[in-house]
């Protein structure tokens, strides 16, 4: 058993969870979860594009069975849009409104406080060098 191997998995996980955690502080204020952020960031990214909730769900940082309900509290609160798709009537096109953009700025600014210090922690070669072990790590999954 390689001890130090086991050291390494534990420090990224529990890194991604404090990270999850902090994310999750900053966003409380606007009634906010973490994954509603990553719905809004992964609608935003799609620069207009309607997205399935399946599309939605292969872009999220921590996929949940419940992607439906974080979407149904995102059209309560005016964040995103959803109507049938053109193609196929059972499934649902989703995208973010103006107010959905409106607010991700906002979140984004407070998001961004909680990185700038990290990221002055390593330089971009660090930055690249740990990218690829993380990638060489994931690179013989199934």
Not at 69 to 88: F, H, M, P, Q, S
Not at 120 to 129: F, T
Request: glycine share 4%.
């Amino acid at each position: 058993m390689n001890n130090t191997y086991f050291e390494t998995i534990h420090k990224i996980i529990t890194m991604g969870h404090w990270v999850t955690d902090q994310v999750s502080l900053e966003l409380k204020e606007f009634g906010i979860t973490e994954p509603q952020y990553n719905v809004l960031l992964i609608l935003k990214t799609a620069n207009g594009k309607p997205l399935t909730v399946q599309e939605i769900l292969e872009g999220m940082v921590q996929r949940s069975s419940n992607v439906t309900r974080i979407i149904d509290k995102l059209l309560a609160k005016g964040y995103v849009n959803r109507c049938e798709c053109c193609t196929n009537r059972r499934k649902m096109d989703i995208t973010i409104t103006e107010e959905g953009i409106k607010l991700l700025r906002k979140l984004n600014k407070k998001v961004n406080t909680i990185h700038k210090p990290m990221m002055e922690n390593l330089g971009e070669q660090e930055l690249k060098l740990l990218n690829q072990l993380i990638s060489k790590l994931r690179s013989n999954k199934s």
